[in-house]
């Protein structure tokens, strides 16, 4: 199960963290492990995975309107993305902070995509990693990423 409320009131929740195509080639998968183990969560789940459409055109099936959407595939599909499960107390906002705003160009220093990530200068903004944004997110990407957790 994604989420459960221990006796002693914590919450322990488990989120999907991807390091996308542009974080593994830039050498940065190693960087944010670090950072989520640096703030204290664990790592459920790493794998290397070479995504495919069918997984993609789910994984942002809410997506499938925008105009960048095919844009968002392509570069999803143009190299190995690593996937994460971390595990913690209020891990899906905590990630999700530590990962900063969407455009890396405005994301807060201090986060991943604040001080790792550039202007993007296609038609996708790269931003080095994703992370899911509600436990019910989070149950379902991790079902299609992980199908064996
Ligand atoms: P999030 O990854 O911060 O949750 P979403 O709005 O769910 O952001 O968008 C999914 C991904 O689509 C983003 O991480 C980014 O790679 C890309 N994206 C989002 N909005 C735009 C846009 O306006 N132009 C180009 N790419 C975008």
Do not use: C
Request: glycine residues 10%; proline residues 6%.
């Amino acid at each position: 199960t994604t989420k459960t409320t221990q006796t002693d009131g914590l919450t322990v929740e488990r989120t999907l963290v991807l390091v996308k195509p542009d974080g593994v080639r830039r050498g940065l998968s190693g960087e944010v492990l670090r950072r989520i183990e640096a703030k204290g969560y664990t790592l459920a789940a790493v794998e290397l995975v070479q995504a495919t459409p069918e997984l993609l055109e789910r994984h942002y099936a809410e997506h499938v309107d925008k105009p960048f959407f095919r844009a968002l595939v392509d570069f999803m599909l143009s190299g190995p993305t690593l996937a994460v499960v971390a595990e913690g107390n209020r891990v899906i906002e905590g990630f999700r902070s530590l990962a900063g705003a969407t455009d890396p160009t405005t994301a807060a220093p201090g986060t991943i995509r604040g001080d790792l990530g550039r202007a993007w200068d296609g038609p996708v903004m790269q931003n080095i990693v994703h992370g899911s944004d509600s436990p019910e997110s989070a149950s379902r990407e991790i079902g299609l990423w992980f199908p064996a957790l």
